[in-house]
């Protein structure tokens, strides 16, 4: 192999081998950033290091270069390449009930780690001038196959689900029976392949679509509230129960079911909306949360959500603020 024409930044190679030696690739490491280079295949020469169209390494299967443009890859920075936007200074507007903050919240039917979170959504949008605005997705394995995490470490997942469900003191066990059909047991052996397309997966589909038509009506904190937090919370048979659900929270679900079976169509479209808006965020899970753009995935990261909100002015609402001040002075 011919090193001479490599950069002289180049401070160590590894060399590795795909679909046999014609096809080699090379990471090459330079002082604080990494950056890549392919050989050409049996020529021994070395791909332009770092021009926008040179294809540095082959991606994921699956996967294509370029990645498509996001608030994360516009704000990303090795420490030697600066951002191509820098992060937007907090907002300075008065915040109140006319005015208030908005955030979008891409979630899935099939989320463990966003009904965790549900009771902070809720108290949320209850005690703040704040706007979330609910924009369900279809869970992604029933669009290719593979749902949820890697198969190693999905029991671990389980596992840490339920401790935070009894840290939190919440009711939790795995939907009965679940929103997505896939492989998930025994636990040495599983795959969590998912069978897709509607015909296999009817459950996802129809409650997804549920849930499109509660966000048409602006009634995303009354679905997740029942529907969603049905799911999850241990009530067994829970499809045969969304309808009565969405009924005691003041929705007609009769008509939101007869309009989801006639027009399904209608409600994949909203869906499918949904999905690529949230792949702008740069961030792909079954739930996310994105203020101004910027990603916040997973029950984990809601005290950040928040933080970033009350720097950007975030206020209580009037009933609340007053609750808070007489609890207080007691």
Same mark, same amino acid.
Not at 276 to 292: I, L
């Given at each position: 192999?011919?090193?001479?024409?490599?950069?002289?930044?180049?401070?160590?190679?590894?060399?590795?081998? %795909?679909? /046999?030696?014609?096809?080699?690739?090379?990471?090459?490491?330079?002082? +604080?950033?990494?950056?890549?280079?392919?050989?050409?295949?049996? &020529?021994?020469?070395?791909?332009?290091?770092?021009?926008?169209?040179?294809?540095? $390494?082959? #991606?994921?299967?699956?996967?294509?270069? !370029?990645? #498509?443009?996001?608030?994360?890859?516009?704000?990303?920075?090795?420490? $030697?390449?600066?951002?191509?936007?820098?992060? !937007?200074?907090?907002?300075?507007?008065?915040? *109140?009930?006319?005015?208030?903050?908005?955030?979008?919240?891409?979630?899935?039917?099939? &989320?463990?780690?966003?009904?965790?979170? @549900?009771?902070?959504?809720?108290?949320?949008?209850?005690?703040?001038?704040? %706007?979330?605005?609910?924009?369900?997705?279809?869970?992604?394995?029933?669009?290719?196959?593979?749902?949820?995490?890697?198969?190693?470490?999905?029991?671990?997942?389980?596992?840490?689900?339920?401790?935070?469900?009894?840290?939190?003191?919440?009711?939790?066990?795995? !939907?009965?029976?679940?929103?997505?059909?896939?492989?998930?047991?025994?636990?040495?052996?599983?795959? @969590?392949?998912? #069978?897709?397309?509607?015909?296999?997966?009817?459950?996802?589909?129809?409650?997804?679509?549920? +849930?499109? +038509?509660?966000?048409?009506?602006?009634? /995303?904190? +009354?679905?997740?509230?029942?529907?969603?937090?049905?799911?999850? *919370?241990?009530?067994?048979?829970? !499809?045969?129960?969304?309808?009565?659900?969405?009924? %005691?929270? =003041?929705?007609?679900? %009769?008509?939101?079911?007869?309009?989801?079976?006639?027009?399904?169509?209608?409600?994949?479209? $909203?869906?499918?909306?949904?999905?690529? /808006?949230?792949?702008?965020? /740069?961030?792909? =899970?079954?739930?996310?949360?994105?203020?101004?753009?910027?990603?916040?995935?997973?029950?984990?990261?809601?005290?950040?959500?928040?933080?970033?909100?009350?720097?950007?002015? @975030?206020?209580?609402?009037?009933?609340?603020?007053?609750?808070?001040?007489? &609890?207080?002075?007691?």
């Amino acid at each position: 192999m011919n090193h001479k024409n490599l950069p002289d930044s180049v401070r160590d190679i590894e060399e590795l081998t %795909k679909e /046999g030696d014609d096809r080699r690739r090379l990471l090459l490491a330079g002082g +604080a950033g990494l950056t890549a280079a392919a050989l050409a295949a049996g &020529s021994g020469s070395v791909l332009a290091q770092t021009t926008d169209t040179a294809k540095r $390494v082959q #991606p994921r299967a699956g996967f294509t270069i !370029p990645f #498509p443009q996001n608030w994360a890859s516009d704000h990303v920075t090795d420490d $030697v390449h600066p951002p191509i936007k820098e992060m !937007p200074p907090p907002l300075t507007a008065n915040v *109140n009930p006319d005015n208030p903050l908005e955030y979008d919240l891409f979630i899935s039917m099939n &989320s463990a780690s966003g009904y965790l979170m @549900l009771d902070r959504l809720m108290a949320l949008s209850e005690d703040y001038n704040v %706007k979330m605005n609910f924009r369900p997705i279809l869970p992604r394995g029933v669009l290719n196959g593979e749902e949820g995490d890697f198969p190693y470490t999905y029991n671990y997942n389980v596992v840490e689900f339920r401790r935070i469900a009894k840290f939190l003191d919440v009711a939790f066990e795995l !939907p009965n029976p679940q929103v997505v059909v896939q492989d998930v047991w025994p636990p040495l052996t599983r795959s @969590l392949d998912a #069978p897709i397309g509607e015909e296999n997966q009817k459950l996802a589909y129809y409650v997804s679509r549920m +849930a499109a +038509a509660a966000a048409l009506q602006h009634q /995303g904190e +009354a679905f997740l509230d029942s529907v969603y937090r049905m799911i999850w *919370n241990g009530t067994r048979d829970w !499809p045969n129960q969304v309808i009565p659900a969405l009924e %005691k929270a =003041g929705l007609d679900g %009769k008509a939101m079911d007869d309009d989801v079976r006639s027009n399904p169509k209608n409600y994949d479209n $909203v869906l499918m909306k949904n999905l690529s /808006g949230q792949t702008t965020t /740069g961030h792909e =899970g079954d739930v996310v949360a994105a203020f101004r753009g910027e990603p916040f995935p997973g029950q984990n990261r809601f005290d950040q959500l928040f933080w970033t909100l009350k720097r950007n002015g @975030l206020t209580l609402k009037l009933d609340s603020a007053v609750f808070l001040a007489a &609890s207080h002075a007691d």
